[in-house]
């Protein structure tokens, strides 16, 4: 390879301005519009992630201003960075510039033209690949991944460019690569940031957790495996300790790695009620991890999201009764699966399966029901798999049938080595006597140690050593407090005044960026006059408190250190209210006016904060921003927590319920009673709903304890609620909720074979439902009208034949967002009209499913001939399918989806299907709502099957 030497900048400008002449590969597209300066401009930020205007001045023809002008409105697009909103080359223009250039030198002495930024990860990595020097993207950071996609999707552009490249030797990164290695590094780098260089200790916990999860024992269960619980107060170390374990298996070079799983509940759309969610990030990452298991895993990802879909489909439409059993069947099946990609994963000899589920306490919110919930899938899921090792992590014991490892804070001699090292870290040695009377005044929680060590490298030895009344009050004070004086202590050291003053009240924002330092702190923490540059100054120098602040990564802002934040928040609060109620009036307003997710997310933070009624912040709620607000319960009044929990669907116990209002109240009872009933708890649901006698006028209350009732068997009393409960909401013009109570006290009557008293109760929902603006509430009247008049016996009356024509009439009229939000109707329309609208029939197939077990399934099964399933069989492999063994080894989501695509080609033995599946439907309708939980092996009911 030729010696390279520097270019000069005056090189560089007359090279760019120069015309060429040659070229080096196949001749490119036309090049951009308006050459001269222009084409300076463009060559000049063509590997530029972002640039400010005033990079590329001087580098064009005069007049500068103009030319720049032109160029940037022309050929340039704003972007969101690190630093704030700047210009990038438009996607058009920069491949189109890219395939006018020769190739790596070109390349290189374009980005001499500007000054480098380190931010800008496209411009850094570029570079790196033109130079040779980038390290295989298994070794980049999460910053250089970035950097390199960027480039990746430049080059991926410019094929002629990407073309001379690679003839003349520079490695180039795939795209695909790069993705799978930025989708791997999001896993593993929050578990490197929690257990780094400086991580100490712990020997003994993570010597009993590597010996539990390099075990190579078969469990088949949880009981057997007694998977480890470790617990501890906030900030002591619990995340890091498994992250370190994670990290210590994964990156093992001595011998082979254990697959691992990290699930955190920090994350809002892991939920312990739905425990697929798990499931499918647990396949997300094990394809992720290990590469041999990867295929079976994606399968399975999707499998599972399909499943979920239809599950919350039905959980969303919120009728009365539990998920249809073939969505609960469906988890065995993906449980089984997930087994078999365990088993891949773990390779020959088989090796054991690390799957961690921290901060817990999470998912503790949710109440006994979700964790029931949660312990019996995780139960099935270590039968699946006997060499999966559970880990648990939070803040309180779990109980049986994990066994616990408590996490004190750190022995003293580990605590004195903790401490040396963060000194260290610092440049800073001190004796270990020292060390020790430190340790000994402080505890031996890491975060009170990490601040300890500030306080020693802001004010040496002496800081600690000297001052008497600081030792007498650290020796008296529990954890958080310690922590909080020494916060406060590390806070008396920042030199720019300013700064000292806004970073205690600063806690009171959950995000830090220049704009709220000059618009929302800059009065309360009376710092006068702020102007933009002002505000950014002291956003810098609050940046470089590390010790207080952590970076956003790829944006202009900071956020407290969690850990700081929870501990010394409460105090900020009771010693400061009104500045702290200040700020979060000024944060309202100051969000208020903005557009986005997040910005609604902290209005409804700071809303919160201040105990606004439940009628306010209904008014400004969106469940996309309260997704971002999951980590913000514990730091709310009371009445908040209440609300925040209830729109998130945490439980809450009934002392905490008792401070709601009577909106909230009944929102959060309605819930609770909804997961009791769904648990087959009726006993404790109509206790918990008669909670607040004066609310039972609520027909979302009335509902639940009518069913609450009928799933106790106490029908004559059920009736006369659901009677009562119509009168009521009559006299409050609840259109809407007597439909609702008119359906449910039907469906009663029905499943006790009184099919006039429950034509008659239709009768009455239905005028109600013809004043309400949308078609469904009417149509599900109709449809259920429509069952009862069948099962009668009258379905071929006049009455019932003029109405099935109605029906037929709005269920055309359905658009496809109301069918995929109201599957269930969709389903109970099929069954009675199915055979007349064939599409009915296809969409609850992929809406719901196709069930092959119980009476429904029998009853498919039953209806099909051998000549019905073979046309299905070779129908789906003339589009070459992917057919699984059996109809057993499919969920049944990808069962309808393989039916109602076979139903769409308009097969041979289509109608034998449509009637086959309305059958089986038909099945799931009459099957008693109620009556189903107390015997569930009834024989199905043959009556009505009629037309």
């Not at 999707?302 to 919350?312: I, P, Q």
């Not at 958080?480 to 590390?490: D, I, N, P, S, T």
């Not at 209210?577 to 997040?598: K, N, Q, S, W």
Request: with cysteine; hydrophobic share 40%; glycine share 8%.
């Amino acid at each position: 390879m030729p010696e390279r030497r520097t270019v000069t900048s005056a090189e560089v400008r007359a090279r760019l301005r120069a015309r060429r002449t040659e070229d080096e590969h196949t001749p490119a597209p036309s090049s951009p519009p308006n050459a001269g300066s222009s084409t300076v401009y463009r060559e000049a930020a063509v590997l530029l992630g972002f640039f400010d205007a005033a990079d590329l001045v001087g580098l064009g023809e005069p007049p500068y201003d103009q030319a720049l002008r032109d160029f940037v409105v022309r050929d340039c697009e704003r972007v969101s960075t690190p630093v704030g909103t700047r210009w990038c080359l438009a996607p058009r223009v920069r491949s189109a510039t890219l395939e006018t250039l020769r190739g790596r030198d070109e390349l290189l002495g374009t980005l001499a033209a500007t000054r480098p930024r380190a931010a800008d990860t496209g411009r850094v990595m570029a570079e790196a690949y033109l130079r040779g020097s980038a390290r295989d993207v298994e070794g980049q950071s999460m910053d250089q991944l970035s950097g390199t996609l960027r480039f990746a999707e430049w080059l991926a552009a410019a094929p002629r460019t990407t073309a001379t490249l690679t003839k003349q030797g520079v490695h180039l990164p795939d795209v695909g690569a790069v993705r799978r290695a930025i989708e791997v590094t999001a896993i593993l780098q929050p578990l490197r940031l929690l257990a780094d260089d400086h991580f100490v200790g712990r020997r003994a916990e993570l010597g009993l957790l590597s010996e539990y999860v390099e075990d190579r024992t078969s469990f088949p269960g949880l009981a057997a495996c007694q998977p480890v619980a470790v617990y501890g107060p906030g900030g002591v170390g619990k995340s890091a300790l498994v992250s370190r374990l994670l990290l210590d298996h994964v990156w093992t070079v001595d011998h082979r790695s254990l697959p691992l799983c990290y699930l955190t509940f920090d994350r809002a759309d892991l939920l312990p009620q739905l425990p697929l969610t798990l499931l499918a990030e647990a396949a997300h990452q094990l394809g992720l991890l290990s590469p041999e298991a990867a295929d079976d895993a994606r399968r399975l990802e999707r499998a599972v999201h399909r499943t979920l879909a239809n599950a919350r489909g039905v959980i969303d439409e919120g009728n009365a009764g539990t998920l249809p059993d073939h969505l609960r069947d469906d988890e065995d099946e993906l449980i089984r699966r997930f087994g078999l990609v365990a088993d891949a994963a773990s390779g020959r000899p088989p090796v054991p399966l690390i799957m961690v589920l921290d901060t817990m306490e999470r998912a503790q919110r949710h109440g006994p029901d979700a964790m029931a919930r949660l312990w019996d899938f995780l139960d099935r899921l270590q039968r699946a798999h006997p060499l999966l090792r559970l880990v648990f992590a939070g803040r309180s014991p779990l109980g049986p049938p994990s066994r616990t490892l408590a996490l004190p804070g750190l022995e003293p001699a580990l605590a004195v080595e903790f401490l040396r090292h963060q000194l260290g870290a610092a440049g800073i040695r001190v004796d270990k006597e020292f060390l020790r009377s430190v340790t000994e005044r402080i505890g031996e929680n890491p975060l009170s140690l990490r601040l300890a060590a500030e306080v020693i490298r802001r004010e040496g030895e002496e800081g600690l050593r000297a001052d008497e009344d600081l030792r007498r009050i650290l020796s008296t004070l529990e954890d958080e407090e310690v922590q909080a004086v020494l916060y406060r202590r590390v806070l008396d050291h920042l030199d720019d005044p300013d700064l000292k003053r806004i970073a205690s009240p600063g806690l009171t924002l959950r995000l830090i960026t220049p704009d709220l330092i000059r618009q929302v702190l800059a009065v309360p923490c009376r710092l006068g006059e702020v102007d933009d540059a002002r505000a950014r100054q002291l956003f810098r120098l609050l940046a470089e408190e590390g010790t207080l602040m952590d970076p956003v990564p790829g944006r202009e802002a900071l956020v407290h250190r969690a850990d700081v934040r929870r501990t010394t928040l409460p105090l900020l609060r009771r010693d400061s209210p009104e500045g702290t109620r200040d700020i979060h009036r000024r944060a309202v307003e100051y969000y208020g006016a903005l557009d986005g997710v997040e910005a609604r997310a902290e209005e409804l933070y700071h809303r919160l904060a201040l105990g606004q009624d439940a009628g306010i912040l209904d008014a400004r709620w969106t469940p996309e921003a309260g997704v971002l607000l999951d980590g913000a319960l514990d730091e709310l009044p009371a009445s908040s927590r209440v609300y925040l929990a209830d729109r998130l669907r945490f439980a809450v116990d009934r002392d905490t319920l008792g401070a709601a209002d009577s909106t909230v109240w009944a929102r959060q009872t309605v819930r609770r009673g909804r997961d009791l009933l769904d648990a087959g708890k009726p006993a404790e649901a109509l206790s918990l709903l008669r909670g607040r006698p004066e609310e039972g006028g609520r027909a979302e209350i009335a509902v639940l304890e009518i069913e609450a009732l009928a799933m106790l068997g106490r029908m004559d009393e059920a009736r006369h609620r659901e009677a009562l409960a119509r009168r009521q909401v009559l006299r409050t013009g609840d259109a809407s909720g007597f439909v609702e109570i008119a359906l449910l006290g039907a469906r009663i009557a029905e499943d006790l074979a009184q099919f006039a008293e429950a034509l008659g109760i239709l009768d009455l929902a239905r005028r109600a439902a013809r004043a309400l603006p949308t078609p469904v509430p009417l149509l599900r009247v109709d449809v259920a009208r429509l069952r009862a008049y069948r099962r009668s016996g009258a379905g071929r009356s006049p009455e019932a034949t003029a109405l099935r024509r109605a029906v037929l009439e709005a269920a055309d009229g359905l658009s496809h967002r109301e069918r995929v939000f109201h599957p269930t109707l969709v389903r109970d329309l099929a069954a009675e009209v199915g055979e007349e609208m064939p599409e009915l029939v296809s969409d609850t197939a992929r809406l719901l499913g196709v069930a092959v077990e119980g009476w429904a399934g029998t009853t498919l099964g039953d209806s099909l001939t051998e000549d019905d399933v073979q046309d299905f069989t070779s129908v789906a492999v003339g589009r070459e399918a992917t057919l699984p063994a059996g109809w057993d080894a499919f969920t049944s989501g990808e069962r309808g989806e393989e039916i109602a695509a076979y139903l769409d080609t308009a097969p041979e033995h289509g109608d034998e299907w449509i009637s086959a599946l309305v059958k089986s439907y038909r099945v799931e309708t009459d099957r008693p709502t109620f009556e189903s939980l107390r015997a569930e092996d009834a024989e199905p009911s043959s009556e009505g099957d009629s037309p």
